[in-house]
């Protein structure tokens, strides 16, 4: 994939200049082929069937200025592949070890070779720490990532793990003679509303259905791989991705730098929710998750966040683009609540380390981050609502269902308050 | 003769409880198993069924895979046994300790037995594979049905089960000591260690006693220990007691320039008391140690690693040699370091 380049001058001082901007966003948006991308007004009026879904941007509604990559989704990092294993099976009351099933497993590679053969630097944060993310210990440690994340339902977080490890050992067993681990970075989220989470029915073959299945390209968003059984906001919510294009220099031979996100969403109170700035949230207040037969459950309340960016970063500063995240989760109206496990992972392909690590590596000027900044803020928001549009209405276990959320009348409340 | 002070040798001068182990603080379990290769660990800090408690950590360079860290780190509170555990079988021991979590509760919550806190101790000398193959789910049942506070096996038991430090076969060791604030008990997992460096209560044995052959530079010398107490610790204090404990380990030369990673987790069984309303509707009654009262925190921390390095010396040094590492010569030891 080739960067497309900016034509204007670009630094961080003029990232306030409203003339740059658009000029630089004006061109990326014809070069940077968006084919999702609409033209504001046209969209909105568009028929749509009841049942379908659609990417944010589908619908017209359009966070922040930077342009989009070619597939608005983590995979516009190169080299960054995606899969997903999607477990839904069963209707009816809940028999923990049958089901039904409503979890899955969504696997990131950071790079076309083996983790572990080609790790990258990483730092992760925790925003609120009611969660899981195996493996932060040797990211901490080292700086680097040499193991896939993986993104599962609570219950399953050991037998992924050792999925991962049986999936690196498999393929590598020679890579682990020595200092190499498999450590794979296993996150969660809750999916007890609607998935058999004491069952754990995310084991190693569903591990390596994703891993070998990650590929480059559109990523499914939605009710797919670890996020088949979540929601947000109180609607059925899952996995969401975006992207950014980030000017990489002061002049257009420097090219972008490309920021991803990959989210698991499942937290939110319907009422805290913004999209876009509208307080939608507050505008919808009906279409609430129905209780089958089921006692009550506690709420799911966790968002995992994983970034990618092909800008050459060191690994406090992927720390920093860890902290930008936050800011995006405030957007949409979330506020990290005490039963969230709320955590992001970022990493960078924009170097070698491990053992063909360069003795001398070229990274970002930390004065030069303010860009990436805001790609990671307007892509993780985008991913988060990408995750709601994407998501369809879900029955699960005991008959509990989460609704979809209503395109229809999401787009009218953006033409309401303005924003369209 | 099979702990330190059965040499008639010591370290510091601060007394032990009663069995100088780890279980001397009330309401601690210690269980072990065996896999094929290797074993698992288990530091059960409570008596009875899954309650939260504070913990903190320390890590030298960051440590190697703990689960349960986010959770450590910004609640600074657990209610899962510990366990040490090889890296490569951290997920297959986290999911039986999920079958302990649920046999609790299948609510998975934070004061039920949830995240369960692996630590990864990456210093067995086996292949990945084998370790990964070798423990699970039946290791972890078996080790919690093994958990007694009446006695703490040594040596090459449970993840001491093939490490080595100093040169000789090391592995699990315990101890405890009693200050005014409280009983500190310690267990460690000993791996690594120069054999020059060895030292007994400051006396520069590893530079005296012949004999001792370092460990080749292939073998990763990772370690990890977890600190137990009864004095009321809050999350940031139990940091520091992990940290300063480690001073310990540094002591008796099992920490050095070489030591690949290790990690210490450290608990108070009394700082938090979620069971016990507080003063408002929606507190719970925490309790803390007063500063002037930590530094002899400390030193039992530290007095108590250092001797429970030993002590997995002296445990291990007639148990059988898994990979042909020699034991300690103990005779000599004790001569060396009493001359």
């Known amino acids: 994939m080739t960067r497309p380049r900016p034509q204007s001058e670009y630094s961080d001082r003029l990232l306030d200049r409203d003339l740059s901007r658009r000029r630089f966003l004006g061109l990326s948006l014809t070069a940077a082929a968006l084919p999702l991308a609409c033209a504001p007004g046209t969209t909105g009026s568009r028929s749509r069937g009841a049942g379908e879904r659609a990417r944010l941007r589908d619908l017209g509604i359009v966070i922040g200025d930077l342009p989009t990559g070619p597939y608005n989704a983590i995979t516009d990092v190169a080299g960054v592949r995606v899969g997903h294993t999607t477990l839904i099976r069963g209707y009816g009351p809940l028999v923990i070890g049958q089901g039904p099933v ?22 992760d944060l925790t925003i609120n720490g009611n969660g899981e993310f195996t493996g932060l210990g040797p990211v901490r440690r080292t700086g680097v990532l040499g193991g896939p994340i993986l993104l599962t339902d609570t219950g399953s977080v050991g037998r992924v793990h050792d999925g991962g490890v049986q999936w690196a050992l498999a393929r590598d067993a020679d890579a682990f003679d020595g200092e190499v681990r498999p450590d794979p970075v296993v996150g969660e989220t809750w999916a007890d509303f609607l998935n058999d989470t004491v069952g754990r029915h995310v084991g190693s073959v569903e591990v390596a259905r994703a891993l070998t ?10 009710c797919v791989g670890g996020g088949t059984g979540m929601r947000a906001f ?15 220099g002061p002049d257009d031979a420097d090219g972008a730098w490309r920021v991803g996100v990959l989210v698991q969403a499942n937290f939110g109170s319907r009422h805290h929710m913004i999209v876009n700035g509208v307080p939608v949230g507050r505008e919808i207040v009906d279409l609430l998750p129905e209780r089958g037969t089921a006692t009550a459950v506690p709420p799911g309340n966790s968002l995992l966040i994983v970034i990618a960016t092909d800008a050459p970063l060191l690994p406090i500063q992927l720390q920093r683009l860890c902290r930008r995240a936050t800011l995006a989760m405030g957007r949409t109206g979330a506020v990290s609540t005490h039963g969230s496990g709320d955590l992001a992972i970022a990493f960078s392909t924009g170097n070698e380390t491990g053992p063909a690590a360069a003795e001398s590596l070229q990274v970002m000027h930390t004065s030069r981050m303010s860009w990436l900044h805001t790609g990671v803020v307007e892509a993780t928001e985008e991913a988060i609502l990408n995750s709601l549009t994407a998501a369809s209405t879900m029955e699960g276990r005991d008959g509990n269902t989460i609704h979809a959320l209503p395109l229809d009348r999401l787009t009218d409340l953006m033409h309401r308050f303005g924003r369209q | 003769m099979r702990r330190l002070r059965d040499l008639g040798l010591s370290v510091g001068e601060l007394p032990t409880g009663p069995l100088n182990a780890i279980i001397d603080v009330e309401g601690v379990r210690v269980g072990h198993a065996r896999g094929a290769v290797g074993g698992i660990t288990v530091v ?3 008596p009875d069924i899954p309650r939260r408690y504070y913990a903190g950590r320390w890590s030298l360079d960051g440590g190697d895979d703990t689960t349960a860290l986010a959770m450590l780190e910004d609640f600074g509170a657990l209610s899962t046994p510990i366990a040490l555990a090889p890296a490569p079988a951290v997920g297959r021991v986290y999911d039986g300790f999920l079958d302990y979590g649920f046999s609790h509760s299948a609510g998975l919550g934070e004061d039920e037995g949830w995240p369960p806190a692996v630590i990864a101790v990456d210093g067995v000398p086996a292949p990945a594979v084998s370790l990964h193959a070798a423990l699970g789910t039946a290791q972890v049942a078996a080790a919690l049905s ?3 506070d009446s006695g703490v096996a040594e040596g090459q038991i449970g993840i001491g089960q093939s490490l080595a430090a100093f040169g000789v076969r090391a592995g699990i060791g315990n101890s405890s000591r009693v200050v005014d604030a409280g009983t500190v008990g310690v267990l460690v997992a000993a791996n690594g260690g120069e054999p020059r460096r060895l030292s007994v209560n400051g006396i520069p044995v590893g530079r005296w006693l012949a004999g001792l052959t370092p460990l080749p530079p292939t073998r990763r010398r990772a370690f990890a220990a977890v600190i137990v107490t009864d004095a009321p610790l809050l999350p940031g204090q139990l940091d520091r007691l992990a940290q300063r404990s480690f001073f310990g380990l540094v002591r008796v030369g099992l920490v050095d320039e070489l030591t690949t990673s290790g990690t210490i987790i450290a608990v108070s069984t009394t700082g938090l008391d979620d069971g016990l309303e507080g003063l408002a509707p929606g507190t719970v009654t925490a309790r803390m140690t007063p500063e002037a009262s930590l530094p002899a925190l400390f030193v039992a921390g530290a007095d108590a690693c250092e001797e429970a390095v030993l002590n997995a010396l002296i445990a291990a040094h007639n148990q059988r040699s898994t990979d042909g590492v020699p034991g300690l010569p103990v005779d000599a030891f004790r001569d060396t370091a009493t001359r």
Not at chain 1, 102 to 123: E, H, K, Q, Y
Not at chain 1, 234 to 248: D, E
């Open chain 1, 213 to 222: 299945s990650a590929a480059a390209g559109p990523v499914a968003e939605g």
């Open chain 1, 102 to 123: 409503r979890t899955g497993v969504t696997a990131i590679l950071p790079r076309s070779d083996p983790p572990w053969r080609r790790p990258v630097f990483a730092a």
């Open chain 1, 234 to 248: 109180q609607f059925k919510a899952g996995i969401g991705t975006a992207s950014r294009l980030v000017p990489a």
């Open chain 2, 44 to 46: 059960v800090p409570f």
């Open chain 2, 146 to 148: 093994t958990v007694t």
